[in-house]
């Protein structure tokens, strides 16, 4: 699961330099991810994470933040792109997808994906899920299945 998530940074991270080229400060490139929930485990997972791949691609950090699940999002969210400020890599759920486009808030990846050689790596049903109007915005890197077990 890390090394899937791995590969998720790195796309994000490549995608987000042609998208939106990223805070650039001296020979660091600082790239903001808000992702949706504030749960301890799900944060230290990601920190985790972040840390791996910031020692892998040195010149690389990511700022991390996070806002609750619901209406803490979206309005965080709202506010950070009114003010210009909007994330490089966004972790929303899929229902955000037709709305932020609309709102010009998340650009196309399908260029981008197209070229990127780590593809094949990904279900299409992930793809799909991030895709709107024929066009590429966002992997699902997580489907979640739900179990009901006796």
Partial sequence: ???FLLICLTAAMLLGLVACGGADSGDTLTLSFL???NDEA???FWQE???EYEAANEGVKIAYDEAA???AMDTKLTNLFTGNAGPDIIGHGILSIASRVEAGHYVPLTEQY???EGKDDIFPQLVDLG???GEI???AYSPAPYVFAY
Avoid: F, Q, S
């Fill in 114 to 116: 197209e070229k990127w």
């Fill in 69 to 71: 699940i619901g209406d």
């Fill in 1 to 3: 699961m890390k090394r």
């Fill in 49 to 51: 994470v972040i840390a």
């Fill in 35 to 37: 992702r949706l929930g």
């Fill in 131 to 133: 895709t709107y109007k």
């Fill in 137 to 139: 915005y966002g992997i």
């Fill in 42 to 44: 799900e944060r230290t």
